[in-house]
């Protein structure tokens, strides 16, 4: 058994091992296999991370990150959760390798799945045309035609990049402005290569092997229309993956988790959420980071308030020792600042 | 141990003519799944290295092979058996999640 767990890589999963290791709470980070550094490892320039006044590559930006909360001792792990035990005092974390890790608090920030259009064609055509990932499958489209689905800041990224390679990008979104910020938009409109569809929905995704076009049904008048095309990069937006804590975590309608406040601390103690699991309006690196450091502060707050005879078993120590002692008075005392100004 | 390169060149010799069942990863230098999902690819090459052979082949230095087969999205697994194409992946995947989809080739 451990302290602190945290599942997720993102920006709020690895600034919470930062704060967790730096206060020597040597937490493992349950990295996933194949989803290491999250959503930021499909993008290509990050242009709004503040202290890269020249931009950085998403992939670099959370290899940094990594490197930084290893370089205090967060132990990461790539591996998948397959099942979650929170109702304990200690929390059970079950990994796709069939090992099980325990740990007296845990940090949930798993982000969020892309959306899908929610056709039957869309699986089938998925790899063939179909695509959620501009970055990976752009370059197989130079000189071809595409559309990007969506008018948000990610469908908007997806298809400035995707004019290095293709003819025409086609922006079809389902109403007649744009929910991407001015930057984005501006940059878009300037373009001559990309094309807005507005008012329009993706009915159908013609294609029997690959894609050779999509049917659209207008939201106004109801009108259906096609375009040809050979891409479809789908960027309507992305659900936060709650799968593994249903039933033991509160959600708010939005369906992100619910914390208290502007805490990280949900409905189960010694359970904290950060992230875009628990944020259903910014969804920014830099906000996930943010809350990644209240959910690390919150836990040490919550480990300090525990019986030190629990914390040693946790630490593997067999007796309550000095370090521990000085951490809960420590961590005692800074709750009593934070508390001060509001008392 | 990491699996072994083809090319344009050595496709038809390397994958095409291959006795056993064996496994493409089209993939490129600048894909972050690709990058994922190849220590992956490794082991399941170890572990099952008498039943299925991986190989990689990378898309920007091969682009006649990758144009040959279609394709549009990477990672792109394609599993061979005497020239043909019998299983196709797509996309990076969890280690238990790429062996159950090539369960009839590591069985």
Known sequence: MRELIIIGSGPAGYTAAIYAARANLRPLVIASSVEFGGELMKTTEVENFPGFPEGIMGPDLMTRMQQQAERFGAEILYDDVAALDLTGEVKRVTLGSGDVHEALAVIYATGSAYRKLGLPEESALSGYGVSWCATCDGAFFRKKTVAVIGGGDSALEEATFLTRFADTVYLVHRRDALRASAALQERAFADPKIQFIWNKEVARIYGDEKVTGIGLTDTVDGSETTLDLQGVFVAIGADPRTHLVHGQLDLIPEGTIAVDGRSSRTSRPGVFAAGDVVDPTYKQAATAAGSGVVAALDAEHYLASLPAELIARATGTDAVTDEIEARAREARESEARVAAPTA | ?107
């Not at chain 2, 490129?28 to 994922?36: K, S, T, V």
């Not at chain 2, 682009?63 to 279609?70: C, F, S």
Request: negative net charge.
């Open chain 2, 1 to 107: 141990m990491s699996t072994k390169t083809v090319t344009d060149d050595s496709f038809a010799t390397d994958v095409l003519q291959s006795e056993k069942p064996i496994m493409v990863d089209f993939w490129a230098e600048w894909c972050g799944p690709c990058r994922a999902v190849s220590p992956i690819l490794d082991k399941i090459a170890e572990e099952h290295a008498d039943k299925l052979s991986i190989v990689k082949l990378n898309v920007d230095d091969n682009p006649e092979t990758a144009m040959k087969y279609g394709i549009t999205s990477i990672p792109a697994m394609f599993v061979f058996k005497d020239g043909e194409i019998v299983k196709r992946v797509i996309g990076a995947k969890p280690k238990p999640a790429l062996e159950a989809d090539l369960a009839e080739f590591l069985a």
